[in-house]
């Protein structure tokens, strides 16, 4: 069973610029949920999807989005670019609520951004 | 306002002793409690979790704690192995659909 794919792996940017990440869930996964992680913040939640409707966003700037298509895969776009959103951006999936009720999240290796 | 804190940004452990990680939260509506490990380059992975009901929840070398009147958890792991060497997240799940975390706990195994 494939995990959670997410590409690029690793990008730069310049300040103003702006940046779309891509995560394909695991297979039959339909919750997508993003969260950006940085050294002095921590990981902290962006979105979070399912059946293509937003339906939970954390406190961020409306220069962050998000999408969900049909298929379940999901990006995350960045406008206007500042240093601070230098960060390693995570995608990952889960069925919903487990068996066990806890919302277990399995998570992509992440796309690393870094803004100059 | 931090609802998950993981106090201890790194702890040392030598192998084959027990390693503690604690983690405090304020928010009483949590209903799930998480582990998570990640290693560097990597994604977190999720380890344990506990409902807010239990006291206790074990799986193999890794045991979750939590005492509510505290609103304090703590993940053991006897014993500790060099492999274990990683970031340990601790996050709570108030609505089955986002998770909040602490800052992580950098734990070292020294073999």
């Known amino acids: ?116 | 306002d931090q609802q998950v804190k993981q106090n201890s940004p790194s702890l040392s452990v030598q192998e084959g002793r027990i390693s503690i990680l604690n983690c405090d939260y304020t928010n009483s509506m949590f209903d799930y409690f998480l582990w998570y490990k990640k290693y560097p380059a990597e994604g977190p992975t999720f380890l344990i979790s506990i409902s807010s009901i239990k006291d206790k929840n074990e799986d193999g070398r890794f045991t979750v704690f939590l005492n509510k009147s505290a609103k304090h958890l703590s993940l053991h792991i006897v014993p500790s192995q060099p492999g274990d060497s990683a970031v340990y997240f601790c996050a709570a799940d108030n609505a089955g659909n986002m998770l909040t975390f602490g800052g992580g706990t950098r734990l070292m195994v020294k073999p």
């Open chain 1, 1 to 116: 069973k494939a995990g959670v794919t997410q590409t690029p792996r690793y990008l730069i940017k310049t300040r103003g610029q702006q940046v779309t990440l891509s995560c394909s869930p695991i297979s039959g996964h339909r919750s997508v949920s993003w969260y950006q992680q940085t050294p002095g913040q921590g990981l902290q939640f962006l979105f979070e999807y399912f059946s293509e409707t937003q339906r939970n966003k954390g406190n961020f700037p409306g220069r962050f989005s998000g999408r969900q298509f049909s298929n379940s895969r999901s990006e995350m776009n960045v406008s206007t670019l500042e240093l601070g959103d230098s960060a390693l951006y995570l995608c990952a999936s889960s069925p919903t609520v487990g068996p066990t009720g806890a919302n277990v999240l399995t998570f992509g290796a992440g796309s690393r951004l870094t803004v100059l």
